[in-house]
């Protein structure tokens, strides 16, 4: 069997134990890049060697109490919002004639058990068919989850006031009590999914982005409409003033100013030619545009800040470790307690059996694991969505944890604390033949990576008179240069002043050609700062962040710059390998962040504690590094490391909330100071309180 990559969307998941349920049955399976996300209902698994069939599969997830949802498939009638519904209708007459007779009002019909026993029947099935399929599968999986403790807390109330209404003994009848706690329940999760789709909204933000149709140019010459699935890499497109672009792509016809906000946060358009590069969901404002599609559908841009929004709880925080190993054996310790509970009270303290159920069943349905599943991932989704709006993408929980503690920030200075667009301003001639040394450029740089190979190659197109030389047998270095040979066994070497056997003193220029080591010319080339760079750094530093420039470049020009910046600490002429032992050295002694192309810094980027790509949005780019800044602009890096703190202060208020609650509420109700429907109706909303909290992270001030 090939390794096809499955999703689907499961209905029923309320908790992290419903999750992991899941995960461990997939897993038994012999599936492999398991992925199971229960606040977007996402599930992910690779079929591997293992002969097991999709069908298989689906029957399993469903014997555990949950539902596979096929994209063709109706809605289903029977929702939740419908249960709620109908439980509310019988719940209410039982609720009301309880409090009612509390304040000494009453209805004798409805002091009938069998009356109470009709109205509360209904909704008793409810929760048992609701509750009940999901708390067996669980249960099957070895995972207990928070719909265990319900089914026993309603099911102990209902049985328990069965015996009284057929003894005919008033004080153990507590129909009421079996349909609150359902009811309660119901609305609890009502509410619960509401919220959490407030926190995974920057996915659907992100989905509706996408260009539902594109005009495509047929070779015939024909344009005909196809739908954005139907686009692949090499189409030729079609792009109108006020179309939305439905692919990356590059302009090989046109000009356009392109609104790329949508992606990246910044709000002016941006100009684009032939040449350039286009990202799909982006708005041409003005102009006309022929592109060719370098990625659609997954490998897109778009399609991959999706992805990365939606795997983001799939690597945990360190800080959620200990409220995952609680929540594991959370259910059969809060069972265990409510059997204390009734033991100690009945048999110790020699209250009546009906109030010992009560605060048994009080601290079944008073608990609550899913505040503690929920308190990490609801505020991951929000903080993440939230960078993402703001062309900020991050991957995962643990890179958001670990770039909130960074302390310090090591910039690459080419094409990050510069606009990376550099320019030759001076040439000094050692030899006669100019055109000679222009058309060595031009070739030279034809094999190198370097940011100065463009500039120099687009400086050399219209001197060089056409000349072309035989060169052969090219090899580059990455930080010194590149080399090649002639038919005569001439070397030829362009590149720093490492190249040179002995520099001439007071020599400014920071490239060098030579000939078998003899000098033939020198370039000056000079590289704009930013425009942003400065008051980036010094917002970082307003944060408690250490900025530190390390680069290729000269002493002198690396100096400048820092001295300009206001960066105390600068390393220049840096080798790559010399970059990776800086990085290990700074990140050993505190947390650190690497900023970078994303492409030649890579190396550095993966050893730092954290690795920022600044880009503009290539693919390259995305997978390179944890955070990717999508529009290239430095001023995005305070707010992202503000918006990564306020993250984690979330989480940490949540877990917080989610400890305290069970730790004050459990005992209480053991107590007997809080009956099963006040219990009930704590927990319903200890959920929320959670998800209130992550989803005021979306509009709270940063700063």
């Not at 590149?482 to 190249?499: E, P, Q, T, Y």
Request: proline share 4%.
């Amino acid at each position: 069997m090939d390794s096809q990559l499955v999703e689907w969307k499961v209905e029923g998941m309320d908790c992290n134990n419903c999750a992991t349920g899941i995960t461990r049955f997939l897993e038994r399976k012999g599936l492999q890049e398991v992925s199971v996300n229960f606040s977007t209902k996402d599930v992910r698994f690779r079929l591997g060697s293992q002969p097991v069939s999709i069908e298989e599969i689906e029957h399993g997830i469903q014997k555990l109490g949950y539902v596979v949802v096929k994209s063709e498939a109706p809605k289903p009638f029977w929702t939740l919002e419908k249960k709620l519904l109908l439980a509310a209708t019988f719940t209410i007459p039982l609720l009301l004639n309880h409090l009612l007779m509390i304040l000494g009002v009453h209805w004798h019909w409805m002091h009938h058990p069998w009356v109470q026993f009709a109205f509360c029947l209904p909704v008793y099935v409810i929760g048992t068919v609701h509750f009940g399929r999901s708390a067996l599968g669980a249960l099957r999986s070895g995972v207990a989850n928070m719909d265990v403790l319900i089914l026993l807390g309603s099911s102990a109330a209902f049985a328990y006031s069965l015996v009284g209404a057929v003894k005919v003994v008033p004080d153990y009848i507590f129909f009421e009590t079996a349909a609150t706690i359902i009811t309660l329940v119901l609305a609890g999760n009502w509410l619960e999914k509401r919220a959490v789709a407030q926190t995974t909204s920057a996915i659907g933000e992100l989905t509706q982005l996408q260009a539902p149709k594109a005009r495509k140019l047929m070779p015939s010459g024909a344009i005909v409409a196809v739908d954005k699935d139907s686009i692949a890499k090499g189409d030729i497109l079609i792009i109108n003033e006020g179309d939305k672009i439905p692919a990356d792509g590059k302009v090989i016809q046109g000009s356009a100013w392109v609104d790329e906000s949508m992606l990246t946060g910044e709000s002016e358009p941006v100009f684009k030619q032939q040449g350039d590069f286009v990202v799909g969901a982006s708005l041409a404002q003005s102009g006309h545009l022929r592109l060719e599609v370098t990625a659609a559908g997954r490998d897109s841009v778009l399609a991959q800040m999706i992805e990365l929004v939606k795997s983001a709880q799939q690597r945990k925080p360190t800080i959620q470790r200990l409220a995952d190993r609680i929540s594991a054996v959370f259910v059969p310790a809060v069972v265990g307690i409510a059997l204390l509970t009734f033991v100690v009270a009945h048999f110790v303290f020699h209250l009546d059996s009906g109030k010992a159920l009560m605060n048994a069943i009080a601290v079944l349905v008073i608990s609550c694991p899913c505040a503690m599943g929920l308190a990490t991932p609801t505020a991951v989704m929000v903080g993440v969505g939230r960078l993402a709006r703001a062309g900020v993408l991050i991957k995962g929980g643990d890179t958001v944890e670990a770039f909130a503690r960074i302390r310090q920030m090591v910039f690459d200075k080419t094409g990050t604390l510069t606009t990376g667009t550099l320019q030759v301003q001076r040439i000094q001639y050692f030899t006669a033949n100019k055109d000679r040394v222009h058309a060595l450029v031009f070739q030279l740089e034809q094999h190198s990576s370097h940011p100065a190979a463009r500039a120099l190659m687009d400086h050399m197109l219209h001197r060089k008179n056409g000349l072309t030389l035989d060169l052969h047998t090219f090899k580059e270095e990455k930080g010194i240069g590149v080399s090649a040979m002639d038919g005569a066994g001439n070397v030829f070497r362009l590149g720093s002043a490492r190249i040179l056997m002995a520099p001439p003193p007071n020599l400014e220029d920071s490239i060098f050609l030579t000939e078998n080591d003899q000098l033939l010319a020198s370039f000056k080339l000079a590289d704009e700062t930013r425009p942003d760079a400065a008051s980036s750094i010094a917002s970082l530093k307003s944060l408690g962040v250490q900025p530190i420039i390390l680069s290729g470049d000269k002493a002198a020009v690396t100096a400048k710059l820092a001295a300009e910046l206001g960066i105390d600490q600068w390393y220049a002429e840096q080798l790559p390998e010399d970059k990776l032992r800086h990085i290990e050295r700074l990140s050993a002694a505190m947390p650190t962040a690497m900023i970078g192309d994303g492409i030649n810094d890579a190396p550095a980027l993966s050893r730092a504690t954290v690795g920022i790509s600044l880009s503009q949005g290539s693919s390259a780019a995305i997978h390179s590094a944890q955070i990717v800044l999508l529009n290239g602009q430095l001023k995005r890096l305070p707010d992202a490391l503000l918006i990564a703190r306020h993250t984690v202060l979330t989480i940490r208020q949540n877990l917080f909330w989610a400890f305290a609650y069970n730790i004050v509420a459990i005992p209480l109700a053991a107590l007997g100071f809080l009956n099963p429907m006040w219990g009930a109706l704590f927990m319903a909303f200890s959920d929320v309180v959670v998800i209130g909290n992550s989803i005021r992270l979306r509009y709270k001030k940063i700063r």
